[in-house]
Structures are given as structure tokens and as C-alpha cells.
């Protein structure tokens, strides 16, 4: 019960308690509502305030605004007039510069054309200025004159600096197998044989200096500023002109000379010979170290302006080229020799050696006109050392000179032939080359032998012509018997072995043989005629001998014996005087030749003088009729075709 109390009385007061909090509650929201209302009403108060100040403000804005704007112009303005002024301070430092002119300081001259240019663009870019027609048009004059005189620097730069070559340095340039060797008659010519081409062709050149490196630079940057300006040919002009005749100049110092095709006709053949050698070695030096050079000069003088590259180095060299080809033409044209075959193959190798260097240096368009002159020379050349060939085929058939050749040795003809062919195998890779200029479907191995045959067989067709103006027909075959040999012996110690073949060589060798067979029938079946039995026997009588020598000279009559001696000592001693004249040049064959005829005459010989010698010796006189041993016939046999005089060969 008393706790039912106590939690009565603590739930009454917890009751109070809580009233009196709300109503605290109620009062404060209250304050607050009130004071909320009063800061409502003064913020409004304030926004009033406030748009009316900010409608008094604006104008003060809009002033300040004005202001700052008119200040930005005037700094832009400034900034502007600076520019201007600098502007015009470099016009008048550049204006300075070029007053003065380009010779003392290059450099800052070019940087005072530069600055030129440059403010041009500025105040052509800049026409609101109110006086840029005037200076434009004031820079414009002294850029002309400027230019003016830029030419006449790169004018003058370029003269100073071009001078001819002296023969001299080029041939310090040259390998040491291509420089002429001092004192020698031909030391102009160091390489007019055709070993020299070959060595040639994989030498190493110097190169040449035309002008200084450190002053290319500047006529390339002369070069650069007179093109800018619209000056290209005054540029080109001015190139042409100072450096064309400096390489000319350069080739008549070295000796090349202008020829045309009367003065090649009028020249003695050693003369013009020497002078197509030199000419070889010019055209090599010409190729390889002046328009070389001169090639290095123009691409780095004209670096960056393509347009000019080219031109100009077609139209400096142009004369250089026509003085150098033009001498190769009228060889080309001029009447055809046999003589002139291995100097045309010389002439055509040269050309077809250089032509991939001619390509490369006379590129483009500009060159097109030099390219199309060495290749139509090229050609020309390889035309006309055709055409000799076939010349040379039918001069050799019909060549009628009536050289005396009374021994029967080689003919001068034959020799002369030889000695082409075995030149002609000294350019096998140049005739090759030639051949293919002209191609036909046929290898160029089988041209070459095509042709050294067709030379061969007109030359054995002459042969035979001329051995019919023999009246012995000993000597005829004799003679044939010589000329086929020695071409026979030439082909087999020479390349044209493996063109021709075995098979020529063997059918040839044939042929000699044959005509040694023919001469030792018709030469020696007279005499040996002296030697047989037929004709000695007789009825018998005195003068026939009978059983005396085991029947050897049985019914043999002493008297035909003893003439048939005489007419055998008659007989070879005639043979004697005449073909000891004879010659076989050739020591195995005229030894072959001798033991052909002993191995049928001494056995005849010995074998007749004992089967009848008996007769004679046992009669008077008998070394009247035997007058030689078979070993003095031996000895007098080996005198033949010595080649000696009438009266040595009577001794």
C-alpha cells in the first residue's frame, strides 16, 4: 500500500515537471517567431537600400569601364608604335649595310637583305599605317639596288675563285698507272694501249677541287638571295659565263683540240694515231675528275634550288662536251680503214666505260641533249667498227698486192691477218659489248668465232690466188704448205683456239699435211725416178755385167747406170741450189719436212748404189758418177729451205 502511494505521488510530479517544460517550450518559440519577423523586415529595409545604390553606382561603372578600355588602346598603340619604330630602326641599320655594299662584310650584308624583305612583308601586311606605301615602296628601291650589287658580288666571288686547271694538278689526281711519266715522247698518253683501259677502269681518282669549300657557302647563299629576288637567269647567265670558259680553257691547257672530219682526213696515220690515245686519256679525265668536280660545284653552289642544279651544269659543260665528242664523230665518220679497227674499239670502250658516270652527272631534262651526244657517239663508234670488220673480210679475199715472195716463206699478208686476229682476241669483252649493241638472236661468243673465220677462210682463199703465180708447183704447195701452218701454229698458242675449236685446228693441220705430201711427190718423184731398176736391163753385151754381185746387177747395163748417176747428181744438185733458197720458216716443220724426204730418198739412194755401184767403181772415173755418200746427200738435205742466197747456195 505505502508503495502504491510513493509511485502515485513521484507519477503527479513527473506530470508538473513536464508541463512547465512545454510551456517554456511555447515561449521561446515565440520570442523567436518575433525577432525572425523583425530581421525580415530590416533585410528588406536593406534590399532597398541597395538597389538604390546600385542605381546611383552605375554611371561611376560605366565611366570606369571607359576608362580602362581607353587605357588598353593606348598600350596596344604604344606597343604598336614600338614595333613601328624598331621597324624603322632596322631599315635604317639595313639601309647602312647596304650603302656600304657587300665586299667587306658578306654576312651582315645578306642579314641587311634579309631585314629588307622582311619589313616589306611587315608593312605590306600592315597597310592601315598611314605612310607603309611609302616606306614599302623605299625598301623596294633599295632592295633592287642591293640585289644589284649581290650580282655583281657573285659575280666577282665567282671570277676570283675560277681559274683553269693546270695539266698538272689533274695528273696529281690520276693513279700511278695513268700518269704520264716525264720525259717520254708519248707522256701526254700514258695509256694508249689496251691494257691500260683495263687497269683503268677500276682506279681510284683523286678529287678535284675547283673551288674552295669554305667559299661555296657563301656564292650558295649569293646564289639563294638572287633567285628569291626573281633573279634566277641573271643567276644562270652569270654561272654559264664565268665557268663554261674555264673548263674549256682547262681542256686546251690539257691538249685537246676541235677537230673536225676534213682535218682527221688530212692527218698522217701515226699522227692521228697518237692523238686518238691522247684523246682516250682526255675523255677519262674529263668524265672523271673536271665534270665531276664541276658536277660537286653546282650541286652545292645551288643546294635548295633544284630548278637551277641541272641547267646550269648543262649549260657550263655543254662546250666542254661538243670540243671533246667532236673529235670522237669525226673518227666515226671518216673513211674506213683496217688500221683504224682496234683504235675504234679503243674509242668505243672509253665511251662504253664512261657512259654509267656520263648518266649520273648529266642527269635530268637540262642534260638530256649530252646524254642523247655520248650515247649517239657510242653507238657510232661500234657502227663503224662493224662495218670495218666486214671491210677488213673483203679486203683480205681480194687484197692483190703482188709482194714477191720467191722462197715460198708466209706471205706479209698472212702475217699482217694474224696479228689482227690475235689483237682482236686482246678485246674479246669490248667486241662482246660491241656485238650486243647489235643484237641478233646470235650469242656473242659465236659472233666473235663467226667472224675471225670468215677472216681465216678469206684469207687461205687469197692464199691459194696468190700460189698460183709460182711456176713450180713445188713451191706452190711449198708456200700453202708455210701460210696454213703458221695460221694453224698462231690459232693453237692463242685464244682463238677456244673459239675456233679443235675441230678447225685438226682440219687444218690436214691441210698441211697435204700440201708436204703434194711437194714431196711433185718436188722429188723426178729424181727418185733415177733410182728404180726400170730401164736399166739390157740384151747384154760389153757393156753388161752378169752374176758378179750375187745377181744384184744382173742384166744391168754399165753405161744406163752410169747415166742415170748423172742424172741424179744433175738432178740434186739443181734441187739443191734451188730449194736451200727455200724457206720453211717454221724449225719442226722444216726439220718434218727434210726427214720426209731422206726417209724416202736415202733409202733409195743406198739401196741403187749397192745393187749397181759395182758397175761404175769397177770402171773408170767412178767418183765422177758417185759423187756423194748417202750421208753427204744427208748433210746437203739439211741446207734445204735455209732461205739462203743464189751465191751461198751455189758454194
Known amino acids: 500500500?505505502?508503495?502504491?502511494?510513493?509511485?502515485?505521488?513521484?507519477?503527479?510530479?513527473?506530470?508538473?515537471?513536464?508541463?512547465?517544460?512545454?510551456?517554456?517550450?511555447?515561449?521561446?518559440?515565440?520570442?523567436?517567431?518575433?525577432?525572425?519577423?523583425?530581421?525580415?523586415?530590416?533585410?528588406?529595409?536593406?534590399?532597398?537600400?541597395?538597389?538604390?545604390?546600385?542605381?546611383?553606382?552605375?554611371?561611376?561603372?560605366?565611366?570606369?569601364?571607359?576608362?580602362?578600355?581607353?587605357?588598353?588602346?593606348?598600350?596596344?598603340?604604344?606597343?604598336?608604335?614600338?614595333?613601328?619604330?624598331?621597324?624603322?630602326?632596322?631599315?635604317?641599320?639595313a639601309e647602312a649595310k647596304i650603302l656600304k655594299g657587300p665586299h667587306e662584310d658578306l654576312e651582315s650584308y645578306l642579314e641587311a637583305i634579309e631585314q629588307l624583305r622582311s619589313n616589306i612583308v611587315f608593312f605590306t601586311d600592315n597597310k592601315s599605317f598611314r605612310s607603309s606605301d611609302g616606306v614599302i615602296s623605299h625598301a623596294s628601291n633599295l632592295l633592287s639596288k642591293a640585289i644589284s650589287k649581290l650580282e655583281?658580288?657573285?659575280?666577282?666571288?665567282?671570277?676570283?675563285?675560277?681559274?683553269?686547271?693546270?695539266?698538272?694538278?689533274l695528273y696529281e689526281c690520276l693513279p700511278s698507272s695513268l700518269r704520264p711519266s716525264s720525259g717520254s715522247p708519248d707522256s701526254k698518253n700514258p695509256s694508249n694501249n689496251h691494257a691500260g683501259h683495263i687497269t683503268a677502269e677500276n682506279a681510284v681518282f683523286a678529287p678535284l677541287i675547283l673551288i674552295p669549300p669554305r667559299v661555296l657557302p657563301l656564292l650558295h647563299d649569293l646564289a639563294q638571295h638572287m633567285v628569291q629576288a626573281g633573279n634566277m637567269q641573271q643567276c644562270l647567265v652569270i654561272y654559264r659565263d664565268t665557268r663554261s670558259v674555264v673548263l674549256e680553257e682547262t681542256l686546251q691547257k690539257l691538249g685537246v683540240e676541235k677537230l673536225s672530219k676534213d682535218d682527221v682526213q688530212k692527218m698522217q696515220w701515226e699522227v692521228l694515231e697518237l692523238k686518238i690515245g691522247t684523246w682516250i686519256h682526255f675523255m677519262r679525265i674529263a668524265v672523271k675528275l673536271i665534270f665531276t668536280a664541276e658536277r660537286k660545284v653546282c650541286d652545292q653552289m645551288f643546294d635548295g634550288i633544284e630548278s637551277l642544279k641541272d641547267q646550269c651544269f648543262a649549260e657550263v659543260t655543254a662546250g666542254s662536251v661538243a670540243m671533246l665528242l667532236s673529235f670522237g664523230d669525226a673518227i666515226a665518220k671518216s673513211k674506213r680503214s683496217p688500221e683504224k679497227l682496234f683504235v675504234l674499239l679503243d674509242m668505243y670502250e672509253i665511251m662504253h666505260e664512261l657512259y654509267t658516270e656520263i648518266e649520273s652527272l648529266f642527269r635530268g631534262k637540262a642534260c638530256k641533249e649530252i646524254r642523247e651526244s655520248a650515247l649517239g657517239l657510242t653507238k657510232r663508234l661500234a657502227q663503224t667498227a662493224q662495218d670495218t670488220f666486214g671491210d677488213f673480210e673483203e679486203a683480205v679475199e681480194k687484197d692483190a698486192t703482188k709482194t714477191a715472195v720467191s722462197d715460198?716463206?708466209?706471205?706479209?699478208?698472212?702475217?699482217?691477218?694474224?696479228?689482227?686476229?690475235?689483237?682482236?682476241?686482246?678485246?674479246?669483252?669490248?667486241?662482246?659489248q660491241l656485238f650486243q649493241e647489235f643484237e641478233n638472236g646470235e650469242d656473242s661468243n659465236s659472233q666473235l668465232a663467226s667472224v675471225t673465220m670468215r677472216i681465216m677462210q678469206a684469207l687461205q682463199i687469197n692464199l691459194e690466188g696468190k700460189s698460183k703465180q709460182y711456176k713450180d708447183p713445188a713451191l706452190t704447195n711449198l708456200f700453202l704448205m708455210n701460210n696454213i701452218h703458221y695460221m694453224v701454229r698462231s690459232v693453237r698458242r692463242s685464244e682463238a683456239k677456244d673459239l675456233l675449236g679443235d675441230d678447225w685446228v685438226q682440219r687444218h693441220r690436214r691441210v698441211v699435211q697435204q700440201h708436204a705430201n703434194q711437194y714431196k711427190r711433185i718436188?722429188?718423184?723426178?729424181?727418185?725416178?733415177?733410182?728404180?731398176?726400170?730401164?736399166?736391163?739390157?740384151?747384154?753385151?760389153?757393156?753388161?755385167v752378169g752374176g758378179g754381185d750375187g745377181g744384184n746387177s744382173s742384166g744391168a747395163s754399165r753405161?744406163?747406170?752410169?747415166?742415170?748417176?748423172?742424172?741424179?747428181?744433175?738432178?740434186?744438185?739443181?734441187?739443191?741450189?734451188?730449194?736451200?733458197?727455200?724457206?720453211?720458216?717454221?724449225?719442226?716443220?722444216?726439220?718434218?719436212?727434210?726427214?720426209?724426204?731422206?726417209?724416202?730418198?736415202?733409202?733409195?739412194?743406198?739401196?741403187?748404189?749397192?745393187?749397181?755401184?759395182?758397175?761404175?767403181?769397177?770402171?773408170?772415173?767412178?767418183?765422177?758418177?758417185?759423187?756423194?755418200?748417202?750421208?753427204?746427200?744427208?748433210?746437203?738435205?739439211?741446207?734445204?729451205?735455209?732461205?739462203?742466197?743464189?751465191?751461198?747456195?751455189?758454194r
Open 1 to 93: 500500500m505505502g508503495v502504491q502511494i510513493q509511485i502515485q505521488i513521484r507519477t503527479a510530479t513527473d506530470n508538473n515537471t513536464l508541463s512547465e517544460k512545454a510551456a517554456k517550450m511555447r515561449e521561446s518559440l515565440q520570442q523567436s517567431q518575433s525577432i525572425t519577423d523583425n530581421m525580415v523586415s530590416i533585410l528588406g529595409s536593406f534590399d532597398h537600400r541597395l538597389s538604390a545604390l546600385e542605381t546611383a553606382m552605375r554611371p561611376t561603372q560605366i565611366r570606369t569601364h571607359a576608362i580602362r578600355r581607353a587605357h588598353e588602346n593606348i598600350d596596344r598603340t604604344l606597343k604598336a608604335a614600338d614595333v613601328i619604330l624598331d621597324r624603322f630602326d632596322l631599315s635604317r641599320e
Open 152 to 169: 655583281q658580288e657573285f659575280k666577282q666571288l665567282l671570277s676570283s675563285y675560277s681559274k683553269a686547271v693546270e695539266p698538272d694538278r
Open 408 to 432: 715460198g716463206t708466209v706471205h706479209p699478208l698472212t702475217s699482217y691477218v694474224i696479228n689482227y686476229v690475235k689483237f682482236l682476241f686482246d678485246y674479246q669483252i669490248t667486241l662482246k
Open 523 to 544: 718436188a722429188w718423184a723426178k729424181i727418185l725416178q733415177c733410182l728404180t731398176i726400170q730401164g736399166l736391163t739390157s740384151s747384154g753385151g760389153s757393156g753388161s
Open 559 to 650: 753405161a744406163l747406170v752410169k747415166d742415170r748417176l748423172k742424172i741424179f747428181n744433175s738432178q740434186f744438185e739443181e734441187l739443191h741450189q734451188r730449194q736451200s733458197q727455200w724457206t720453211v720458216p717454221d724449225t719442226e716443220l722444216r726439220e718434218s719436212l727434210r726427214l720426209a724426204v731422206a726417209e724416202v730418198l736415202l733409202p733409195a739412194y743406198r739401196s741403187f748404189i749397192k745393187r749397181f755401184g759395182a758397175l761404175v767403181e769397177n770402171g773408170k772415173n767412178p767418183h765422177k758418177y758417185i759423187r756423194y755418200t748417202a750421208e753427204d746427200l744427208d748433210h746437203m738435205l739439211g741446207e734445204f729451205f735455209e732461205g739462203k742466197t743464189s751465191n751461198e747456195a751455189r
